[in-house]
């Protein structure tokens, strides 16, 4: 039971309708995943991203408040066009598996994570469900404003 | 002193969120779940304090994931674990969270197709 992993972990997969080179390609550049990264609202800056085994990723997302989250990670296994394993080592701890599988020319992507603990875990997904709310608050304070502007 | 401060400190806190965060509470939870244990019976089965079990009990209890009803000299403590389905629903949302990113990378993929295509003329 205290090595189920099953209460921290997050996976997910979608097939991509892309070849797995452009999914691979929007992965792995800089100037590309900084495009589609993070939240809704949210800009990215990566100052490097060393695609190696060992190689350090370094990620800041630019919340809508201006607040920085910091993303510092370390790739652990990158095989082309087929795997991406890395290791996040700013809070909160998890290991990300990215695994590629072309099928003709669409690719299928799935996403594993693992938290380093039950107790990140929750934590994380607590204070993403009070971002979450502050964002819809601030949607529904624009949507008043802009139906009292319209008035 | 120390301990009245730690526990007004913990009070601090209530939510399903804070009284699964730590692992003995958790183990408490799974020991009552299927049926009701008094203080004392719970507390054999840890190496800490009967002081520390009694405590991790009280944020149970101001959580909300458990009773206790006085029974002689003991407490009979009891699991309510329905508030636990939040932390089912928050632990979703915070998936759909990552979801929302995939969507983001397909969004971005077909507008990049789009663009090349453009770029090499069909």
Redesign the interface.
Known sequence: MANDTKDRE?F?S?T???PVA??WE??TQPE?IA??????GFTNTISTMDMRAGGEWNLVMHGPDGKDYINKSIFKEVILHKKIVYEHVSYPRLVATIEFAEQGDKTL?T?H?LFES??Q??????A??VV?GQKQNVEKLEAYLAALISK | MFASTYLHIMKARRDV?QA???PTR?EIINMIASQPLNVNAIAEKFDVSRQAVSLHIQILIDCGLVTAKQQGRDRLCEAKLDQLSE?AR??D???Q??????D???????Q??KQRDGKHGK
Do not use: C
């Open positions: 997050i997910l979608r991509l309708n892309a452009l999914v929007v992965w590309h495009n589609w990264w993070g939240p809704t992507i996403w994570m039950r107790e875990f929750i934590e994380v997904a607590k993403h469900k979450e | 969120f699964i965060a730590d958790r932390v928050w632990v949302q915070y998936k969270h990552w979801e929302s990113k995939l983001n990378l397909e969004s971005y993929i077909e990049l197709k």
